[in-house]
């Protein structure tokens, strides 16, 4: 694991049965990313991902809960507790964790405030397994990072990105569209992904999967022994 990543054990753990070479799981991963306090539409993905895709593991890439949707707040954490997977902050957990580091107002009872903070600044800002970075926005440590997007219309942040960090393949979410930027000779484009799709993603280029977001019914699979990627959606009309 990266020497950066926090040091929680729960994740490596879990993280590394879906992994290439940890064992006889043949590698594949859901994505989560962005569910923005959608208890219904998060599970929905899961079941989606369990059923139809035999997905036994996943990753939530950031923003669990929604700084202006907290009415399901402590719901949807005591279903991600339960789910006990590996999960990034995002810039909506990391609001909310401020909020209730400061003794903000919010509409949560007294005691259950304590639980839900410790397990918001327990969240790492991002989770690497050999050249493979799973993260909210950009893959860097700063607060900066859960901010600025990936995809801005354009190839110059992805670019940027790819020159600075040496991994083969970033995960992430914060834009809620699924997008792929591809490294390949030196040229970094950007390109629609196709929903059901397996892309392949070749061990000689580079690559920046945006997931989408599961609040719109998006989420994805990794597969890393096939070395694919497949955009998965709830709804045919999203593809
Ligand atoms: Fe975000």
Same mark, same amino acid.
């Given at each position: 694991m990266d020497s950066s990543e926090p040091a929680f =054990?729960?994740?490596?753990?879990?993280l590394t049965p879906g992994l290439p070479g940890k064992g006889p799981s043949p590698g594949r991963i859901g994505l989560i990313a962005d569910s923005h306090g959608n208890h219904a539409a998060m599970q929905?993905? &899961?079941q989606l991902l369990q059923e139809n895709c035999g997905v036994q593991d996943f990753i939530h890439l950031g923003d669990l $809960?929604? *700084?202006?949707?907290? *009415?399901?707040?402590? /719901?949807?954490?005591?279903? +991600? &507790?339960? +789910?006990?997977? @590996?999960? !990034?902050? =995002?810039?909506?957990?990391?609001?909310?964790?401020n909020m209730l580091a400061s003794g903000a107002p919010m509409q +949560?009872?007294?005691?259950?405030?304590? =639980? &839900? $903070?410790?397990? +918001? /600044?327990?969240l790492p800002m991002k989770i690497v397994y050999q050249d493979i970075c799973f993260t909210? *926005?950009? @893959?860097?440590d700063s607060i900066r990072s859960l901010y600025e997007p990936v995809d801005n219309g354009t190839t110059i942040r992805a670019r940027q990105i790819f020159k600075e960090t040496p991994y083969h393949l970033i995960c992430c979410g914060?834009?809620?569209? @699924? !997008?792929?930027f591809r490294?390949?000779? =030196? !040229?970094?484009?950007?390109?629609?992904?196709?929903?059901?799709?397996a892309v392949f993603l070749d061990p000689g280029e580079r690559y920046i999967i945006v997931v989408g977001a599961s609040d719109n019914g998006e989420c994805g699979v990794l597969d890393c022994s096939q070395k694919t990627y497949e955009? &998965?959606?709830?709804n045919s009309s999203n593809s």
């Open positions: =054990g729960y994740h490596e753990k879990k929905a993905c &899961i $809960l929604d *700084s202006l949707q907290r *009415s399901h707040l402590d /719901e949807m954490i005591q279903t +991600l &507790i339960r +789910l006990n997977l @590996p999960m !990034v902050r =995002g810039n909506n957990d990391f609001h909310i964790q +949560l009872p007294d005691n259950d405030k304590p =639980g &839900i $903070l410790s397990f +918001l /600044e327990r909210h *926005s950009l @893959p860097f914060h834009s809620h569209t @699924p !997008v792929l490294f390949r000779a =030196g !040229v970094v484009t950007r390109e629609r992904i196709r929903a059901e799709e955009r &998965i959606c709830l």
